[in-house]
């Protein structure tokens, strides 16, 4: 630890930055963190940018029956679309209702 790192790691401190948890990750060394930027006491390297991408639940991979569900969902909102006749509404309806809570009832399986 150079007497300038050392320095500026106080300074940072001063002006609002706090210590990390977590270790550089190059030589394992305390850092510290000011505006996004993370300075390591030891070697005074800062780690590489790196957006780590979490997944949603959303994106997580859907099975097979919730994709032909929701095909199915979409087939069904076509033919109510062009559907003239009242009860036949209502029926696609039932159906479209009937394959939204099948999909509810696996997504709280999973």
């Known amino acids: 630890m150079t007497k300038d790192l050392t320095k500026k790691a106080a300074e940072m401190l001063l002006k609002g930055a706090t210590l990390l948890s977590e270790p550089c990750p190059y030589c394992s060394g305390v850092r510290v963190m000011k505006e996004g930027h993370a300075l390591c006491i030891s070697c005074g390297r800062e780690p ?25 969902i979409e087939s ?34 999973q």
């Open 48 to 72: 590489e940018s790196k957006t780590i991408q979490e997944k949603k639940p959303t994106e997580m991979k859907k099975s097979l029956l919730e994709e032909t569900l929701d095909k199915k």
């Open 76 to 109: 069904l909102s076509k033919e109510l679309e062009e559907e003239k006749d009242h009860e036949k509404q209502q029926e696609i309806l039932k159906s479209i209702n009937l394959a939204l809570e099948t999909i509810q009832k696996i997504k709280g399986k």
